[in-house]
């Protein structure tokens, strides 16, 4: 169990620098007037290339396996789209001003990131599929 609670905490950590970036890149495209579903997946997609490194590397503590980084992307994809679809929704409910931009993302953001650490902990970096990196 000590295990388990230091992943979430290094996961927690991972994804607030990933929700950082993701969220800057997203303020700096819908500030250069992209549309919201191509700045949002812009945005999602960098904070999937840092988030599977850090997590490898850092939360799972894993070495690279074969097929990690294709399961990783299988993950990603399936929560880029919940990711979206949620940002999307949000915004046609509740509006596009500033708070509503924030609330969405938030919303979007903490759906995706529990879907993310199950698909990630569980089957793409799973410890009967990985070696475990020695600290």
């Avoid at 000590?2 to 992943?7: D, F, I, R, S, V």
């Avoid at 939360?59 to 919940?82: I, M, N, P, W």
């Avoid at 993302?105 to 879907?115: E, N, P, R």
């Amino acid at each position: 169990m000590a295990k388990l609670y230091g992943e979430v905490g290094r996961f927690i950590i991972v994804g607030l620098l990933t929700v950082g970036l993701d969220f800057a890149c997203y303020l700096l495209l819908m500030a250069a007037s992209v549309p919201v579903v191509p700045a949002k997946i812009a945005s999602f997609l960098l904070g999937g290339l840092f988030s599977y490194s850090a997590n490898r590397w850092f939360t799972f503590r894993v070495s690279h396996g074969r097929h990690q980084l294709l399961k990783s992307y299988a993950v990603f994809t399936v929560t880029l789209c919940v990711n979206s679809v949620i940002n999307y929704g949000v915004l046609l409910l509740i509006g596009r001003d500033p708070i509503a931009i924030v609330a969405a993302f938030v919303m979007a953001t903490g759906v995706s990131a529990a879907l993310n650490f199950i698909g990630l902990r569980y089957w793409a970096l799973a410890a009967s599929d990985r070696s475990i990196m020695r600290s």
